[in-house]
């Protein structure tokens, strides 16, 4: 069973390409404001949260959409990342003096909040952001310094419903940013020595955060020029004028750090490093800022002092924010990361006339994307090219959220921090080949464009971003982790599993195999499960074995251990099912 079970996920490669290949859209946007049945409770919860609970579902279907999605507004997380991180350095001190928080407490912030904390959409669009404007763990700087990394989400935390412009500026004045893409202590050009501003951020801003390579109209498509080419958005000149603009930024410097000089300030110089430089956003050293003209964006500026430097940069971000590009490039891949992976233009459109009415809202942008009728109605579900294969991360929790769970991290009564300790999740062999805040560069796990070589999506045109992370590996890895996480739990605290799954109300059912996978269809796949994997799972576990009690009862050890089998195949089938597996 085991062999099949992984053939049928190895092939699940291929019928990726398949299920998403479709064309074709139904025009319209969505009137009513409840669901009609389970199935498109769960499709808009799964578009908006880490995986609908049964709670959640019984609250939407209760309020409707309007009102879910008002209240998860409305929310505030739990807790910053920046408590959680002090927090669990003074935990990790209390348990070994020599300790201390690092970035394996950024992951746990990261999964504790996606698993518990009611304020879902807020930190499921913080992940969707955070997967456009890339910073990762895996800089050696920020991997040495993860509370740069707990300030960058605490940044994105607090901007995620503000206006686009607003979260340009907190993104590009970010102290990780900064480190990240190496425009923290850009010094202007001198030509006596042959320096030049670093062009890095200039160059990922406009390709990734806000206009990208290409023009394009308003439904997301590319404008051609006279070649029959995509026409590009900017060019090497703009890249090396915006250079200059991002020149004379680098890390706060507080009271704490006033009596160091300018110079070590700049530098980063370990004898001025304040220790609010993590949390608060870069400043300005206008001894450093370029002064020479420049131009970019058919924008220019003269030569001026470097007093300039705050000017500069405000009209750097009004010219990217006010580029025509933005709305469609942006809505295109907050779409992409919540909702479908092939997203027809004219719901791109419809987005970004949002993002164009509202001046970039984001709530008003995230409203649209989640009410748009192509996200809530029922008939779209039926087409190839409705929804994205799930990424990893996407997998493990709304595999966790579908049952109970508990850990010892989540006990109330007492003082530590609430905290499920899933740490790294990022190997392939061995766990489910994707970690939070670890992409392996500024273009994120998978690029928003990526096609398979030679698939049947490339010849329609079609794209499957979350495919680039697909491999023979990670598939047996992630039939494996499932299997485990089933077993043992997942996590650490305390020398225990962080979390580990409260499987009794399956155990009840598994008496009935057809009620137990009625369970796994409802929980994990929103009632919608074909015949064909109902029947193969009905016949799977009708062939483990249990036990009649007998007259002592003196088995109830035997026979709950074969319920428990029963309901661990019949999760580990769905989970690893393409109908799980591809978000719908």
Not at 32 to 37: H, L
Not at 55 to 64: E, I, R, Y
Not at 198 to 223: C, K, P, W
Not at 403 to 428: E, H, M, Y
Request: net charge neutral.
């Amino acid at each position: 069973m085991k062999i099949g079970m992984i053939g049928r996920w190895l092939s699940c490669i291929g019928l990726c390409a398949l299920l998403l290949s479709g064309s074709g859209c139904v025009v319209g946007e969505a009137e009513k404001d409840f669901p009609n049945n389970r199935s498109e409770a769960w499709r808009f919860l799964n578009h908006a949260t880490f995986g609908p609970t049964e709670a959640d579902v019984a609250h939407l279907n209760t309020v409707g959409y309007t009102a879910w999605l008002d209240e998860q507004f409305a929310m505030v997380p739990e807790t910053t990342y920046r408590s959680f991180m002090e927090r669990r350095d003074a935990e990790l001190k209390v348990d070994e003096p020599a300790n201390k928080s690092r970035f394996e407490q950024v992951v746990e912030g990261f999964y504790t909040g996606a698993l518990t904390d009611p304020a879902q959409l807020r930190h499921r669009v913080v992940f969707a952001l955070s997967e456009i404007f890339v910073v990762s763990l895996s800089n050696v700087e920020l991997n040495m310094r993860p509370t740069l990394v707990a300030g960058y989400i605490d940044t994105l935390n607090a901007n995620v419903w503000a206006d686009y412009r607003t979260l340009l500026e907190a993104v590009t004045k970010s102290p990780a940013m900064g480190v990240y893409l190496t425009f923290r202590g850009n010094q202007k050009e001198d030509p006596s020595i042959g320096r030049i501003p670093d062009e890095n951020y200039a160059r990922e801003v406009m390709q990734l955060f806000s206009i990208g390579l290409h023009e394009l109209n308003m439904d997301g498509t590319s404008v051609m020029g006279a070649n029959g080419q995509p026409k590009v958005s900017y060019t090497s000149e703009d890249v090396q004028g915006l250079a200059k603009i991002f020149t004379g930024w680098s890390f706060y410097r507080g009271p704490s750090v006033a009596s160091q000089t300018e110079e070590a300030c700049f530098t980063g110089n370990i004898t001025c490093l304040d220790p609010e430089a993590a949390y608060q956003p870069m400043v300005a050293y206008p001894s450093y800022h370029s002064t020479s003209a420049t131009s970019f964006l058919n924008v220019s500026l003269p030569a001026r002092s470097g007093s300039a430097l705050q000017a500069d940069l405000k009209i750097a971000l009004d010219t990217l924010a006010s580029h025509k590009n933005v709305a469609p490039f942006f809505s295109r891949q907050l779409i992409q990361r919540l909702v479908t992976s092939n997203p027809s233009p004219a719901y791109v459109s419809r987005v970004a006339q949002k993002f164009v009415a509202t001046n970039g809202n984001l709530k008003e942008v995230v409203k649209a994307i989640l009410m748009d009728d192509e996200a809530l109605g029922s008939p779209y579900r039926a087409l190839d090219s409705d929804g994205k294969l799930r990424e990893p991360i996407l997998r493990l929790t709304a595999l966790l959220r579908a049952f109970t769970f508990t850990g010892p991290g989540l006990q109330t009564g007492t003082q530590r921090v609430k905290n499920v300790g899933i740490r790294s999740t990022s190997d392939a062999s061995l766990s489910f080949g994707q970690s939070p805040w670890y992409s392996p560069s500024v273009f994120n796990f998978f690029r928003p464009g990526y096609v398979p070589p030679q698939s049947k999506s490339a010849s329609l045109g079609m794209v499957l971003p979350e495919m680039q992370i697909a491999s023979e590996i990670s598939v047996t890895g992630y039939v494996n982790s499932v299997k485990s996480v089933l077993d043992n739990g997942i996590g650490k605290v305390s020398n225990q599993a962080g979390v580990r799954l409260v499987l009794t109300e399956q155990r009840l059912l598994a008496n009935t195999p057809d009620d137990l996978v009625s369970d796994m269809s409802n929980r994990l796949l929103g009632g919608i499960m074909t015949l064909a994997l109902r029947k193969d799972i009905t016949t799977a576990i009708s062939t483990i074995p249990v036990p009649v009690a007998n007259e002592s009862n003196t088995n109830t050890a035997d026979i709950n251990s074969a319920l428990d089998k029963r309901v661990n195949a019949a999760i580990l089938m769905t989970a690893v099912s393409p109908e799980f597996l591809i978000q719908k």
